[in-house]
Each structure stands twice: as C-alpha cells, then as structure tokens.
T-cell receptor, first 115, second 115 residues
Framework: AQSVAQPEDQVNVAEGNPLTVKCTYS??????LFWYVQYPNRGLQFLLK??????LVKGSYGFEAEFNKSQTSFHLKKPSALVSDSALYFC?????????????FGKGTRLHILP | DSGVTQTPKHLITATGQRVTLRCSPR?????VYWYQQSLDQGLQFLIQ???????AKGNILERFSAQQFPDLHSELNLSSLELGDSALYFC??????????????FGEGSWLTVV
C-alpha cells in the first residue's frame, strides 16, 4: 500500500537560515508527490508537485523540493527562511492503481521560524 | 483564495445529532474530495465524487454519507454524531477524475464541535 512519512513532528529554524522538511514515501509504481502548507485556521495551500522530469521542483513562496528515487524521498527546502514560513507542512503521494486512486497525506511537520 | 467554498465555517452540535456540510468546488472542477483533519488522526481521506458519481472511498464511517449534485456542489452528511467526530472537515476539488498527478485545491474547512 502506498504511504508517506514525515519523520519530524516539528522543525525549528532561525530566520535567514536554510530549511529542510523531510518526506519519504512508499509506493509500488511511479509516485506523484506533493507539498501543501497550512497556515493557522486556514485550508491547505498547494506549494509544488513532482510528476516526472527534473528532480528539482520549484514552487510557490521560494520553496523547492528534490525528488530522490533511490532514497524514496521528496524533501522540501528553502534557501533562506522567513518568519512568515511558520506553518504546518504536509507531504502527499498519489498513485493510480486500478480502483485505488487517492492522495495520501503525511502527518504533517510544524515549521517554526525563529526571529 | 482557492476558489473552493465551504459552509458553515463553524458548527457546534450535540451528540446524536445530524449535520450537513456543504462544498462548492472551483469553477470548472468536476471532482470533489472530502477530508477529515483531527489532532490524533491527521488528514484522513473520506470520499471522492466525480461529476456526480462516487469515485473513491477512504476511511468514511457508515454514519457519514456524501453526494454530489448536478450543479457539482457536494454535501457531507454526518449523523449520530459522537464526541470523536469533532474535527475540521475539508472539501477539495480538482478538474480531473483521478487524483494521480493532479493538483487538488482545498477550501478553508468546516470546524465541527460535538458536545
């Protein structure tokens, strides 16, 4: 069965430092991978996705993610963190296998950017 | 603003009662998804409809049901409510019938509190 794991419940980063939010996945075929962000009392907002092609995907708000097939990872990165990046980040994987077609989300990682 | 509209934003009801949550997808989107977000379970996929027909089913309880109407809006009905049903319920939409590789866009959610 497909699954996605976010090994860190919380990540703390000083403002201006680079940030990484980790995600690993488990699927039996080629994965489609997503990152979403949730600000307090808001819905999830789409950041970026990997479908195929270049392993480095660029998204909204200066975020990017690197697809690594050998390590089955899709870590979210940003070169210089802002306090406004503090939010809950979700990694998700989707795969179409017959009737099994749904997006599975990780538990989420809370990112705290310290001023 | 994702373009997905959910009502009501907040709802407080008693155990044993029934409530209906409403969702209007983005203009042009034919798929509607329902998710439940709770502190202990994370983001759980409940059900997906595409152009009025049930497309995929997740961890939806038998006490819950959903439908998508000809105008593409959707309703999630929650009955015989229990304290554990208190959660944030999200609706999301996408243009395609499959979630694989396609971005889904979330509404702001409906906060349900069962007392």
């Amino acid at each position: 069965a497909q699954s996605v794991a976010q090994p860190e419940d919380q990540v703390n980063v000083a403002e201006g430092n680079p940030l990484t939010v980790k995600c690993t996945y488990s699927v039996s075929g080629n994965p489609y991978l997503f990152w979403y962000v949730q600000y307090p009392n808001r819905g999830l907002q789409f950041l970026l996705k990997y479908i195929t092609g270049d392993n480095l995907v660029k998204g909204s708000y200066g975020f990017e993610a690197e697809f690594n097939k050998s390590q089955t990872s899709f870590h979210l990165k940003k070169p210089s963190a802002l306090v406004s990046d503090s939010a809950l980040y979700f990694c998700a994987v989707s795969l179409l296998e017959g009737r099994d077609d749904k997006i599975i989300f990780g538990k989420g990682t809370r990112l705290h950017i310290l001023p | 603003d994702s373009g997905v509209t959910q009502t009501p934003k907040h709802l407080i009801t008693a155990t044993g009662q029934r409530v209906t949550l409403r969702c209007s997808p983005r203009s042009g989107d034919l798929s509607v998804y329902w998710y439940q977000q709770s502190l202990d379970q994370g983001l759980q996929f409940l059900i997906q409809y595409y152009n009025g027909e049930e497309r995929a089913k997740g961890n939806i309880l038998e006490r819950f049901s959903a439908q998508q109407f000809p105008d593409l809006h959707s309703e999630l009905n929650l009955s015989s409510l229990e304290l554990g049903d208190s959660a944030l319920y999200f609706c999301a939409s996408s243009v395609a019938w499959t979630s694989s590789g396609n971005t889904i866009y979330f509404g702001e959610g409906s906060w349900l509190t069962v007392v």
